[in-house]
Each structure stands twice: as C-alpha cells, then as structure tokens.
C-alpha cells in the first residue's frame, strides 16, 4: 500500500482532510491538478464561525477584516446594519488556501501539484488512484476535487442543485475603496433570484452575482447594471471576471461508497440561501479525517464519518434548501419580508455567520414557540 490516505483536491476542504490525517501520523498524500498555489473563483469572505475550525497554529494573510454585514434592496431604497467584532474575515483564496496546505505538508502530508488524477478504482482492502503517469493505491480516498466533481460522479449521482455565479476583482483608489471598507454588503433586488456582494479587500473590491434559479440569467449584464448600482461610474480596472457554480443541495445520498469518501463541494455542501461554502468544506474535511484516523474499519469510518455530518452539515443544508425556495421565488415576497423584518433578518444573519445560530435550531425554536402559544390559548 502507498498510502493510509489520498485526497483529491486542494481546496479548504482536501486541506482540512489532510492536516487531521498527517498530524495523527497517517501516511497521506494529496493531489491538485494544477500547480500551487492555485487560483479559485471565489468571493474570499469566511465567516467567523469558520475562522474557529482553522488550526489554532495555522498563519494565513488576511486581506481585511468585516464587523458590519449589510442586507440592502434598491427599490425601495433600505438598508439594515448589523455590528460585531470580526464577522467576515476577506482573504484572497490563491494565498489562503496555500497557507492551508503548507500547513498540511508541515505536519507530514505530501503535496503532488500537477498531478489529475485520472480514475479511480475501489477494490476490497483499497483504492487504487489513476493518474497520467503512475498508479497508486492507499487504504482510503477523500473526494475532495470541488464543484465539478468529475471523480464523484462517476460513483455517485449527481442529484445537487448547481448555482451559477460571476465574480470580479475592481481596482480602485484609496478614498474610494474607503467607500466599501469594514463592511460585508449583500444586495437582494439585483437579480430575481439570487443575490449580489460588495466583499472589500486591500486594493480592490470583489464584486459578483450568483442565481438560484434554473433559468439562466445574463449574469454578465447584470453584473455591469450592479456595477452602476454602487457607483461605480467611471473607468476602473477590473480583473479575472469569471464565472463558475456553487453547489447549493447536497447530494441526497451516502458520502462513503467502500472506501471513498466525499467531502465540500464535491458532496454538495454549501448553503442555499448564502452559498457560503467554507465551513461546510471545513468541516466535512475534518470529520472525513478524523473517522478515517478513529475508525477500525471501513464499516466503522462510515458511521463515524456520517454522525459528524449528519445534523451539522446535511440536516442543516436540507433545512435551508427548503426555506431557501419560499426565500428565492418570489422578488414581491422578498421585498415583504425585509420590509417587516429586515433587522430581525439581518441580526440573524449576523447570527449564524458567528456560529450563535443554525437554522436547525432557529426553526426548532420557532416550532417551541409556536407549540406555546397554541397550548397557552
Ligand atoms: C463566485 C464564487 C464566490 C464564492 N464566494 C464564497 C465566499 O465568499 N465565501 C464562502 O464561504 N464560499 C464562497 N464560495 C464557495 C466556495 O468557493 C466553495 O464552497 C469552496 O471552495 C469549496 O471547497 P472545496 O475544497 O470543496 O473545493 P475547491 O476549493 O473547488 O477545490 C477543489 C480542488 O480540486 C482540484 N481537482 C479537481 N479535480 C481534480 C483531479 N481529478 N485531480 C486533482 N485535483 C483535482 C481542483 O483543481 C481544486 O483545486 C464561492 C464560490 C463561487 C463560485
């Protein structure tokens, strides 16, 4: 056998997986197809309650840190507030997620970039891993290679709901980057269903859209309408605008077949309503090592793997899939409800991003509530 572990994939979730099996003296290697470090399209805000599964010893750059998240609609015309200390630390993901690697392979894993892997085979005792110029094989794999999952989906079906999103880096002068500073701003009227973002970084600000409908919106188009919205008017440079999907459903089955076992986006875990990905891709990476290194058996890595996940990560995202349908649908609807509750929307959101709060249970206690006041009349 090569290896205890290999992990496809270098994103937060692979890196995650790879820390907890290398420091618990597993044999591990993990694979990225391009050469590191590597760029991934992403907006680059984490959450605070995903900046508290990060190592305690991890070093990473940060670009700026949020303590104000703002919910706004244009038309008409409100914005809600709400402030506290560090709610979204903005990182630029080719940095970030190196440093998360680096960490890794300090802690005894061995990085191959530029290596695809091709295959894979699952056999009884192991799993064989493919790739252009070699043939591996290791006890267990973690599927960690991200949204397009092409090694998922050759064993799984791919049942996830697949959002798509721009996103863009604007340059701009300091007193106009001032402008954005210190705050994380999502915008709810931009697109019918869907959202857009102001995430402010040192010298740019990162700007995009992302649908949830299974129309295909001209995201370029309202990207440029969203750009005018925040005024910016006049000529700044704008770099790497791209596109590319969010998974925001999970996969509505097992995340272990024999041996292998999928983690992040490849499993389909990022939210619903905020396609904030990273704390699911933390944590699914940190149960997947964590079972595998616990677990005697692949019988026994399974149920490990699946009690990690189950009420903190799939109860959870299924529970916002649902609400995020009511949510999307209907722009009247929306518009409504930020009218009534919009600081109560925003304080809960601020909630959840510090971790104070899970839909799961938010909704638990409105059912408690509920049942109290029928049972009181
Ligand atoms: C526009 C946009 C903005 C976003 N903004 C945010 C945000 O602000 N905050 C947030 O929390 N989430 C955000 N997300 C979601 C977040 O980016 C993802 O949820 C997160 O990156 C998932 O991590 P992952 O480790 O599962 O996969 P990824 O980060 O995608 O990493 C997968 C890696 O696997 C590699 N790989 C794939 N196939 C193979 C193979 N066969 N062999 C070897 N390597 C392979 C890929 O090259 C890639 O490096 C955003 C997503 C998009 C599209």
């Known amino acids: 056998m090569d290896f205890d572990v ?7 979730a ?15 290697a993990l694979f990225e197809k391009v050469n590191l470090p590597r760029r991934k399209v992403c907006a680059g805000g ?11 010893d991890l070093e990473y750059p940060i670009e700026s840190i949020c303590d104000t998240v703002e ?20 990182v630029n993901r080719v940095d970030f997620d190196y440093a998360i690697i680096k960490h890794a392979e300090k802690k005894g894993a061995q990085i191959l970039d530029g290596v695809e892997v091709k295959s894979v085979i699952p056999c009884e005792e192991h799993v064989d891993i493919i790739t252009a110029n070699k043939r591996y094989s290791a006890a267990y794999l973690i599927i960690a290679e991200g949204a397009n999952s092409r ?16 996103e863009s880096e604007i340059m701009l002068p300091p007193e106009k980057l001032s ?66 999907i969010i998974p925001v459903k999970p996969r509505q089955q097992t995340y272990m077949k024999q041996r292998m ?35 005697a058996n692949p019988e026994e890595v399974h149920q490990l793997y699946h009690k990690g996940i189950n009420e903190a990560i799939v109860q959870e995202l299924n ?15 929306r518009k409504t409800l930020f009218k009534r509750y919009g600081a109560r929307l925003c304080r809960g959101m601020a909630d959840l991003i510090e971790g104070k709060q899970s839909y799961h249970k938010a909704l638990a206690k409105r059912a408690f509530i509920a049942r109290l006041i029928i049972n009181t009349k």
């Open 261 to 295: 076992i999928l983690v992040g986006d490849a499993a389909g875990f990022a939210d619903p309503i905020t396609a904030e990905g990273f704390t699911y891709a933390f944590k699914s990476g940190i149960e997947a090592g964590q079972a595998i290194v616990k677990g």
């Open 179 to 244: 402008e954005f500073q210190g705050v994380a701003r999502f915008d709810f009227d931009i697109i019918t269903s869907g959202y857009a973002w102001v995430f402010p970084k040192k010298d740019h600000i990162s700007v995009g859209i992302c649908s949830f409908s299974s129309k295909k919106p001209n995201l370029n188009k309202l990207f440029d309408d969203y750009k005018l919205k925040i005024g910016l008017t006049g000529q700044h440079e704008e770099r790497n605008r791209q596109g590319f």
């Open 71 to 90: 919910l706004r609609l244009h038309d008409p015309e409100k914005s809600f507030q709400e402030h506290r200390k560090d709610l979204v630390t903005m």
């Open 319 to 333: 529970i916002v899939s649902k609400l995020s349908k009511p949510f999307y649908f209907s722009q009247r609807m």
């Open 46 to 56: 984490v959450v605070k309650r995903a900046i508290k599964l990060l190592p305690k």
């Open 6 to 12: 290999v992990i496809i994939g270098s994103g937060p």
């Open 14 to 28: 692979g890196g995650m997986a790879a820390i907890q099996c290398a420091e618990a003296g597993l044999k591990t």
């Open 151 to 166: 090694i998922a989906n050759n064993f799984w079906d791919d049942d996830r709901v697949l959002a798509p999103a721009l």
